[in-house]
């Protein structure tokens, strides 16, 4: 069982960078692989990146290639997306999850945070 709380959103201008992170309890985050997903209004959640228990393997959708960096740090329990060249099309609720494997994965994930809003003005 992991519970996770996300932190970071704002509203920054396009170009700008922003850094979310997200909180995990419990002493298993550190053998799960977890991720970032957005939610965009009026549209259906979408996966961003995922990253492997120990940080050596990540995916990004392509979307954000480039541009979004998942990492984490494990003994401080925190996953992170440190984003930049931020567009007005980032602008989504961001939500961390994580599954309860090692695998790295677009979907099939088991926890979930309330997310964060990001905003990003043209």
């Known amino acids: 069982q992991v519970q996770l709380v996300e932190s970071g959103g704002g509203l920054v201008q396009a170009g700008g960078s922003l850094r979310l992170s997200c909180a995990a309890s419990?002493?298993?985050?550190?053998?799960?692989?977890v991720g970032w997903f957005r939610q965009a209004p009026g549209k259906e959640r979408e996966f961003v990146a995922s990253i492997s228990p120990s940080g050596g393997t990540t995916i990004y959708a392509d979307s954000v290639k480039g541009r979004f960096t998942i990492s984490r740090d494990n003994a401080k329990n925190t996953l992170y997306l440190q984003m930049s060249s931020l567009k007005p099309e980032d602008t989504a609720v961001y939500y961390c999850a994580a599954r309860s494997t090692g695998l790295v994965s677009r979907d099939n994930y088991n926890y979930w945070g309330q997310g964060t809003q990001v905003a990003v003005s043209s």
């Open positions: 419990g002493r298993a985050f550190s053998s799960y692989a």
